[in-house]
């Protein structure tokens, strides 16, 4: 059996999460949980918090007729089902509340907490895949 190397759209969104996070790091000159805080409250982060990355996605995917632009073949239904099942479970494990990531003991909210440990589990799945599909050279966190 060959080695995946074209990317399920599940992991799409993993992906930019993933790459964002890992830029935050190198340009911040700092560790990984930093990195993910500071994702926290990014544009990105909005965007995929309120439901506008996938809504967007689904629109242009929708215009195209869910042609995949990659290879051409039509999306499978049961794909985007599993988006905006995955768009529904961002929205309710990233909600947004301005302004409260600490408490006055600099401990993390527990709903800052929660988008934090879902951001982390998003990252470790895209690790396992690039790891699954032998392309270590993309696992730039080193989560797992």
């Not at 060959?2 to 992906?15: C, D, N």
């Not at 990195?35 to 967007?56: P, Q």
């Not at 982390?120 to 396992?128: D, F, I, N, Q």
Request: net charge positive; charged share 25%; hydrophobic share 35%.
């Amino acid at each position: 059996m060959g080695k995946i190397t074209h990317k399920p759209f599940v992991l799409y969104v993993a992906e930019i999460i993933y790459l964002e996070i890992f830029k935050i790091k190198k340009d911040n000159n700092t560790n990984n949980v930093e990195a993910f805080e500071l994702f926290i409250g990014s544009e990105i982060y909005k965007e995929v918090s309120s439901g506008k990355f996938h809504d967007e996605w689904l629109k242009n995917l929708k215009k195209n007729n869910f042609i995949d632009p990659s290879n051409g073949k039509k999306i499978p239904d049961e794909t985007i089902k599993l988006l905006q099942i995955q768009k529904d479970s961002m929205v309710k494990q990233l909600i947004q509340y301005p302004d409260l990531y600490y408490a006055k003991s600099h401990f993390p909210l527990e709903i800052s907490q929660r988008a934090f440990n879902h951001l982390w589990r998003v990252c470790e799945s895209y690790e396992l895949w690039c790891k699954e599909t032998g392309q270590k050279n993309l696992i730039k966190l080193n989560l797992i």
